[in-house]
C-alpha cells in the first residue's frame, strides 16, 4: 500500500516540475509585469485552469478574449497550463493579471497575491455550482461506501492535485476525514491526474475509484460518450460554488473596472447571440455574474475543514500543544473570512 502512495507522490513531484519548466520556457513570458502597470500599453496576461487540455482551453477562451482586446484597446494574451500548481507558480510571479480560477487557487490569490475577485461563472441551467463525486466502473463490485471503506488497501484510487477542490479537498473533507482515514494511506496505490484522465481511467480498469465533479462530467460525456456509458457515480457531494475570474488588484482601478464591466456584462448587451455563442466553447456557460471576495468563504471553510482534520490526526508533545494549534486554526480561518467580507 506504501508504495502505491510513494509512487504516486514521485510522479506528482515530477508533473509539477515538468509543468512549471514548461510555463518558464515555452507559454508564460520570462519578465513579470512590474507593480503599478507602469506600461498601459503592455499586453494583460489571461491565466486559465484548464478544462480538457490546455490546447483545447486556449482555443475555447479566445473569441471571448478577442473581444476583451478590442473593449479595452490592449493586447491581451493567454496562457493556459496543464496543473493547478503550475498556474499558482504563474500567479505568486506575477506573471499572469487575470485569471479564471477553481475556488481554492483563487482563495490563495486573492489572500496571498495581491488579487481581488471581479466575477462568478454563471451555467444556461441556473446552477449555483457542482458537486464532487466518486467514481466507480458500472460494472463494479462496489455498490455501497460501506463497501468501500471496509477493505482498506484493497482498491486502486485515482484524485486530482491537492489544490483542487473537486478532485481532492472535498471528497478529503466530507467524505474521508469524517470516518478518521486519509486518502493517500488508505488505498492499495494512489494516482494523480486531472479529471478527464482519471474518469478514463475508471473506466478503461486501469484504477477502481477515481474523484471527479459533475460538471467536468458533462463534458467528458460529450467527448468520450462510450468510457462515459461504463461510469457510475458512487457518492456525490454538497453543493461547490462556481469557478470565478480573479484580476490583480495593483493594476490602475480605471482597467480593472474596465475589465470587470467587460466580464459581468459580456453576452447580455447588443451583440448577445454571438457573444453567448462563444461563451458556450467555454464549458457552455451562460456568462458571468459580479462576484467579490466574499464569494470565497466557502473554501475557506473547506480549507479550514481541512487544518482541523490535520491536526486531529498529528501526533503532539502535550495536550497544551494540540488544544494551541487549534485555537491558531480557528483565529486564522476567523481572520480571514473576515478580510474576504471586507470587515
Known amino acids: 500500500m506504501r508504495a502505491g502512495v510513494e509512487i504516486a507522490a514521485t510522479r506528482r513531484k515530477r508533473g509539477w516540475l515538468a509543468a512549471a519548466l514548461a510555463c518558464a520556457l515555452c507559454v508564460l513570458p520570462a519578465i513579470a509585469s512590474p507593480p503599478g502597470d507602469v506600461d498601459p500599453d503592455a499586453p494583460l496576461t489571461f491565466g486559465i485552469l484548464p478544462i480538457g487540455g490546455p490546447a483545447e482551453s486556449l482555443e475555447a477562451w479566445r473569441p471571448m478574449l478577442d473581444d476583451l482586446r478590442k473593449s479595452i484597446a490592449r493586447p491581451v494574451r493567454a496562457v493556459s497550463v496543464t496543473t493547478y500548481e503550475g498556474i499558482a507558480q504563474a500567479i505568486a510571479e506575477q506573471r499572469v493579471d487575470i485569471a479564471f480560477l ?7 490569490a486573492v489572500s ?3 488579487m481581488e475577485v471581479i466575477g462568478r461563472l454563471t451555467r444556461g441551467d441556473g446552477s449555483k455550482g457542482y458537486h464532487a463525486v466518486l467514481l466507480v466502473a458500472s460494472d463494479s463490485r462496489l455498490r455501497t461506501l460501506d463497501e468501500l471503506f471496509m477493505r482498506p488497501g484493497k482498491w486502486r484510487f485515482a484524485r486530482g492535485e491537492a489544490l483542487s477542490v473537486s478532485g481532492y479537498l472535498v471528497p478529503e473533507t466530507q467524505l474521508f476525514a469524517p470516518r478518521g482515514i486519509d486518502s493517500d494511506t488508505f488505498f492499495a496505490s494512489v494516482h494523480i491526474d486531472n479529471h478527464q484522465n482519471n474518469a478514463l481511467a475508471v473506466a478503461n480498469g486501469e484504477v477502481d475509484v477515481a474523484t471527479n465533479n459533475t460538471a467536468d462530467l458533462e463534458r467528458f460525456q460529450q467527448h468520450f460518450p462510450d468510457q462515459y456509458a461504463r461510469l457510475r457515480i458512487l457518492w456525490k457531494s454538497s453543493l461547490i460554488p462556481h469557478a470565478v475570474i480573479v484580476i ?19 453576452g447580455k448587451g447588443k451583440d448577445g447571440v454571438r457573444e453567448e455563442a462563444n461563451l458556450k466553447l467555454i464549458h457552455d456557460i451562460s456568462g458571468f455574474a459580479p462576484a467579490d471576495d466574499a464569494d470565497l468563504v466557502p473554501f475557506a471553510d473547506i480549507e479550514y475543514a481541512l487544518e482541523k482534520r490535520r491536526a486531529t490526526t498529528a501526533q503532539w508533545v502535550s495536550e497544551g500543544a494540540r488544544a494551541a494549534r487549534f ?17
Open 102 to 108: 477553481s475556488g481554492r487557487l483563487a482563495l490563495d
Open 112 to 114: 496571498r497575491q495581491n
Open 248 to 266: 490583480r488588484n495593483d493594476l490602475p482601478l480605471v482597467l480593472r473596472e474596465k475589465v470587470a464591466r467587460f466580464i459581468t456584462g459580456y
Open 327 to 343: 485555537r491558531k486554526i480557528q483565529a486564522d480561518h476567523d481572520l480571514l473570512v473576515a478580510r474576504l467580507r471586507g470587515k
